[in-house]
C-alpha cells in the first residue's frame, strides 16, 4: 500500500527509481505490514485472485467495446443500412464515451464501496443491456439499449476490475494489470471470431443472448474473486461527496493533468482502425467473413501487447515503455495503413497494429496509479484521468465516419483522410506523454531527460 509516509526502502529496491528522482517520498510496506497486519503487496494469493477477477472484468468491458467494429458492420449492412457510416458510428462512439464518463462516476463510488458493489451493478446493466440490444429494431432503440445501458455497465466493471489489481501490487503492477489487460485482448478475439458466425448461424437476437449469458457467468467469477486491499487503519474513509463523481479538482497543473491530455489525444485516433478496418476491407470488395479475420488478426496480437509491455515497464519504467510503443504505433499507421492501402497491407498493419496499440490498452491504469500520490484514492485519480479521455472518443468516431463518407470512392485510398486524422491525434498524444514523463520527474522543460520512469 502506498502512502505519503517516508521511510527508508531497501537498497536493493527498484521500484522507487522514478518517485526518488522526482523527490516523492518513498515508503516501506514491511513498515506498514508491522504496524496494520496488512497482506503483502505482490505476493498475496488474494492480490492474483483479484488479478483472475479482472481478467474476466476486462473481458466482458474492453473485450466488448474492442470488439464492436463487428457491429459497426454489421448494422450498416443490416438494421441500419439506411443510415450514413458516420450516423450509425455515433452508436460504438457514444457507447466508448460512456464507458469512459462511468469511471469517474464509478472510481469516486469504489473509494467508498470496493468493488463487489461496483460489480454488481455493472452486471445488471451490462447483461441487462445486451438483452435488450438483442430485441431492438429501431436506431433509437439500440442507441439506448447498447449505447447508454450497457455502456454504463461496461464503466463499473472496467473500475472495478482494473482499480482493485492495482492496490494489490506496486513493484509488479505493470505485469499484473498487463494480465489483466490480456483479458480484454481475448475478448475481443473470441467476440470478433465467433459473433459473426453466430449471426449467420442463430440470427442477431439469439446471438445477443448468448453473448449476455456467457458475460453473466465472467461476471459471477468476477465478483467471487476480486477484492480490494485492506487500507492502513491510518486510512479513516473519508466522507463521499458528490464531487467525488467528477474530480475535476485532481486536475490541477502537474502530471496528472499531462497525462490526461495526452491520453485524450492518442485515443482520437488509437481506436479507429478497430472500427474501420472491417468496413474499409469491406468496401475493397473482401467477403464479410475475410474482412473480418483482419479484426481477429488485430485483437489476437493485442493480447501479446498488453502483457509483455507491462513486464517490461516494471523493469525500464512504466512512461518509457509507453512512449516507446506508442511510437510505434504512429510509424505503423504512417508507413503502412496509409502507404500499403491493400489487402496484405491491411493484415500486416492488423498484425503488428494489435501489438503496439495493446500496450495503451494495459499502461494507462498503471500510468494513473505511478502518479496517483494516495492508492487510497487511486479510484479518484483514476476517474480524473479518465474524465478528459472520455470526450476525444465521443468525438473520434463520428469524425472518422465523416472522413470516410468524403473520401474518392474511385481514388487510390478512399479512406486516407480517415487515416491521417488517426495519425495525427496519436501523434501530440506521444508528444504528451514526453511531457507527462518529464512533468512527473520534476522538469518539465526537460522533455529528454534519462532515467527509468
Request: aromatic residues 12%; charged residues 10%.
Amino acid at each position: 500500500m502506498e502512502t505519503s509516509m517516508p521511510s527508508n526502502p531497501a537498497p536493493s529496491s527498484h521500484v522507487h527509481d522514478a518517485e526518488k528522482t522526482a523527490g516523492i517520498p518513498a515508503h516501506n510496506p514491511n513498515t506498514d505490514n508491522a504496524m496494520d497486519d496488512l497482506p503483502p503487496l505482490d505476493t498475496s494469493p488474494r492480490g492474483w485472485l483479484a488479478v483472475i477477477g479482472g481478467f474476466a472484468c476486462l473481458f466482458v468491458s474492453f473485450g466488448w467495446i474492442t470488439c464492436i467494429g463487428v457491429f459497426q458492420a454489421y448494422y450498416s449492412t443490416h438494421q441500419l443500412r439506411e443510415y450514413s457510416a458516420s450516423t450509425v458510428g455515433w452508436i460504438p462512439s457514444a457507447e466508448t464515451f460512456l464507458l469512459f464518463l462511468g469511471v469517474p462516476i464509478f472510481g469516486g463510488l469504489f473509494d467508498r464501496l470496493g468493488p463487489t458493489v461496483i460489480l454488481v451493478i455493472g452486471t445488471v446493466l451490462h447483461v441487462g443491456g445486451l438483452l435488450g440490444v438483442a430485441n431492438c429494431t429501431a436506431y433509437g432503440q439500440f442507441f439506448a439499449a447498447q449505447s447508454v445501458v450497457s455502456a454504463m455497465g461496461t464503466g463499473a466493471i472496467f473500475v472495478a476490475g482494473t482499480t482493485a489489481v492495482g492496490t494489490w501490487f506496486q513493484a509488479r503492477r505493470g505485469l499484473a494489470l498487463g494480465l489483466v489487460s490480456a483479458g480484454s485482448a481475448l475478448g475481443a478475439v473470441i467476440g470478433t471470431a465467433v459473433i459473426p458466425v453466430l449471426f449467420d448461424r442463430i440470427g442477431f437476437p439469439w446471438t445477443m443472448r448468448a453473448v449476455a449469458l456467457t458475460y453473466f457467468v465472467l461476471l459471477v467469477v468476477a465478483i467471487a474473486t476480486t477484492s480490494r486491499r485492506p487500507q492502513p487503519k491510518a486510512h479513516s474513509a473519508a466522507p463521499f461527496r458528490m464531487a467525488n463523481l467528477t474530480p475535476v479538482s485532481l486536475l490541477g497543473p502537474g502530471p496528472v493533468l499531462t497525462l490526461s491530455i495526452a491520453c485524450f489525444f492518442y485515443f482520437l485516433g488509437v481506436f479507429i482502425p478497430y472500427n474501420y478496418l472491417v468496413v474499409e476491407a469491406e468496401g475493397a470488395g473482401d467477403g464479410q467473413h475475410s474482412a473480418n479475420n483482419v479484426l481477429v488478426i488485430l485483437s489476437a496480437t493485442s493480447t501479446v501487447g498488453r502483457v509483455m509491455p507491462g513486464w517490461l515497464g516494471d523493469r525500464y519504467g512504466r512512461f518509457n515503455t509507453t512512449i516507446v510503443f506508442t511510437s510505434f504505433s504512429v510509424v505503423l499507421v504512417l508507413c503502412i495503413w496509409i502507404a500499403a492501402p491493400w489487402k496484405t497491407g491491411r493484415i500486416v498493419f492488423a498484425a503488428f497494429y494489435g501489438f503496439g496499440s495493446g500496450t495503451f490498452v494495459s499502461m494507462v491504469p498503471t500510468l494513473v496509479a505511478q502518479v496517483c500520490p494516495d492508492m487510497s484514492k487511486l479510484g479518484l485519480y483514476l476517474g480524473a484521468v479518465y474524465i478528459v479521455i472520455a470526450p476525444s472518443v465521443l468525438i473520434a468516431q463520428p469524425v472518422a465516419g465523416v472522413l470516410a463518407d468524403a473520401g474518392d470512392r474511385h481514388g487510390r485510398d478512399p479512406f486516407v483522410w480517415l487515416k491521417v486524422f488517426c495519425a495525427l491525434g496519436m501523434s501530440v498524444g506521444v508528444v504528451g506523454f514526453v511531457a507527462a514523463r518529464a512533468s512527473y520527474l520534476g522538469h518539465p522543460g526537460k522533455l529528454m531527460k534519462g532515467g527509468k520512469v
